[in-house]
């Protein structure tokens, strides 16, 4: 789909072709139905085959998309069926194809529910993990350098990691201007996360800036 970052960023509902209609939940929202609760929503939408390479043959993956594992699991289907009356505000029901929206011809599917679900986590300010695949080895020493540039990187990106509270706590204070709780409780995930990246973009640039100046170099 299109121009869906327009959408995100005036948090307008996103018309899903003729299948549904995607509407942003506000921060405020989100707390009002319980974050927790609210993780739970979006796990039909980390699942992937990718993220399951180590569990499932080859063949397994040729012949299974990412919507049929989802169903395949019980749990995580009703996981699925309460995120889509949760997100599309709307009646639905399921047929052995997929699932169909009141008011609408077309069916969410495994045709189309990739593109579905990336929307959804762009909404939320997540995105799908991908996991590594683990290369043959030809011998022991490899594998063991391999293994510790994992274990590397995943304390690396531990050690960023960066908390929900500090992302906002950016947003009230960080930027040119003070922006309030009460309004940010208005904002979508990805606006907040969006307005994060702006100030620690704009704190970024002016530091090389300064750097630039007494420095004299003639490029950043």
């Given at each position: 789909?299109?121009?869906?970052?327009?959408?995100?960023?005036?948090?307008?509902?996103?018309?899903?072709?003729?299948?549904?209609?995607?509407?942003?939940?506000?921060?405020?929202?989100?707390?009002?139905?319980?974050?927790?609760?609210?993780?739970?929503?979006?796990?039909?939408?980390?699942?992937?085959?990718?993220?399951?390479?180590?569990?499932?043959?080859?063949?397994?993956?040729?012949?299974?998309?990412?919507?049929?594992?989802?169903?395949?699991?019980?749990?995580?289907?009703?996981?699925?069926f309460l995120s889509l009356e949760f997100f599309c505000k709307c009646k639905l029901d399921v047929d052995k194809?997929?699932?169909?929206?009141?008011?609408?011809?077309?069916?969410?599917?495994?045709?189309?529910?990739?593109?579905?679900?990336?929307?959804?986590?762009?909404?939320?300010?997540?995105?799908?993990?991908?996991?590594?695949?683990?290369?043959?080895?030809?011998?022991?020493?490899?594998?063991?350098?391999?293994?510790?540039?994992?274990?590397?990187?995943?304390?690396?990106?531990?050690?960023?990691?960066?908390?929900?509270?500090?992302?906002?706590?950016?947003?009230?204070?960080?930027?040119?201007?003070?922006?309030?709780?009460?309004?940010?409780?208005?904002?979508?995930?990805?606006?907040?996360?969006?307005?994060?990246?702006?100030?620690?973009?704009?704190?970024?640039?002016?530091?090389?800036?300064?750097?630039?100046?007494?420095?004299?170099?003639?490029?950043?």
């Open positions: 789909m299109d121009n869906i970052n327009l959408y995100l960023k005036v948090q307008e509902p996103i018309k899903f072709y003729d299948v549904c209609t995607i509407y942003q939940p506000s921060f405020k929202e989100i707390l009002n139905y319980g974050f927790d609760e609210f993780g739970k929503l979006l796990l039909p939408y980390y699942i992937t085959i990718d993220s399951l390479l180590d569990e499932i043959t080859e063949e397994e993956k040729q012949n299974i998309t990412n919507f049929e594992l989802v169903c395949s699991s019980q749990d995580i289907v009703g996981f699925l194809d997929g699932f169909i929206f009141d008011g609408y011809k077309g069916r969410l599917d495994k045709n189309n529910f990739d593109e579905f679900a990336e929307i959804i986590l762009k909404i939320c300010g997540r995105e799908r993990v991908k996991k590594e695949k683990i290369p043959e080895f030809k011998n022991d020493r490899q594998k063991d350098i391999w293994q510790k540039l994992q274990e590397g990187r995943k304390r690396n990106a531990k050690n960023n990691e960066v908390n929900l509270e500090d992302i906002i706590n950016y947003c009230e204070f960080g930027g040119r201007s003070y922006i309030s709780i009460e309004e940010i409780k208005k904002w979508t995930m990805w606006r907040i996360i969006n307005c994060y990246n702006s100030i620690i973009g704009a704190s970024a640039y002016n530091d090389s800036f300064r750097i630039y100046l007494v420095s004299g170099e003639k490029s950043l």
